[in-house]
């Protein structure tokens, strides 16, 4: 039976960058994680290391918190984003977010992040179709694509998009009370690499968007 991760491998996974996956540490650490199928080396140069799906769901899988380290040498404890969490991008309806430059350069950060992911996880190295990460974390990735191309967010009331899951697989919906700002959001996911179809709600008559990763 494999051991646990040790205090110390689990400070390194929550420690790794929010949306690639992207790991710090010396050659011994990130070997184990390794050999315990929770990172990958890449085969490109600079030759990162980089959590796998395994390493992914241990990250988000609810648990203690890891313990500070008890003597110098070891990985310090993760702070900012981090620490706290997978970078969020605001699927619309939050209370009280915060905006400004700092934001703007958190979600600058996160999305090109997630097209370096794109790259590193194709063997063709293309940034012009979601990867892996993006189909399991659709909601997150389909509000990122579109915060960071401008689009605005709704506030607890009032307009802007809103991303919500869908009983389809492999679909969400978007939903904005203006038919341009709608539009323009289909077509920020369209040129995101999303497939979209604009639809109708059957109850109220509202309009909204369908979105699914394109995969060829």
């Known amino acids: 039976m494999t051991r646990p991760p040790t205090a110390a491998q689990l ?18 650490q990130l070997a184990a994680l390794v050999k315990r199928g929770l990172a990958f080396r890449h085969p490109r140069p600079p030759r990162d290391h980089f959590l796998t799906p395994a390493g992914h769901r241990m ?13 110098p040498g070891e990985v310090a404890e993760p702070s900012g984003a981090a620490a706290s969490g997978v970078f969020s991008a605001r699927i619309g309806g939050e209370e009280g977010a915060s905006s400004g430059p700092a934001r703007l ?16 996880t194709r063997t063709d190295g293309a940034t012009d179709r979601p990867c892996a990460w993006e189909r399991t974390h659709l909601v997150q990735a389909a509000a990122l694509a579109l915060e960071a191309a401008g689009h605005r967010p709704a506030a607890a009331e009032g307009g802007g998009y809103r991303v919500r899951a869908t009983p389809q697989p492999e679909a969400v919906a ?23 179809g604009e639809h ?3 109850r109220t008559g509202a309009r909204y968007v369908l979105a699914s990763p394109r995969r060829a």
Do not use: K, N, Y
């Open 59 to 71: 990250r988000e899988a609810p648990r203690e918190p890891v313990p500070p380290p008890a003597a």
């Open 11 to 28: 400070r390194l996974i929550e420690a790794a960058d929010p949306v690639t996956g992207r790991l710090r540490g010396t050659e011994t």
């Open 174 to 196: 978007v939903h904005e009370p203006d038919p341009a700002a709608l539009r323009a959001c289909a077509a920020t996911l369209d040129g995101a690499g999303w497939q979209t």
């Open 105 to 120: 350069r958190e979600v600058h950060s996160a999305w090109q992040g997630l097209l370096e992911l794109r790259r590193m």
């Open 200 to 202: 109708t709600e059957p």
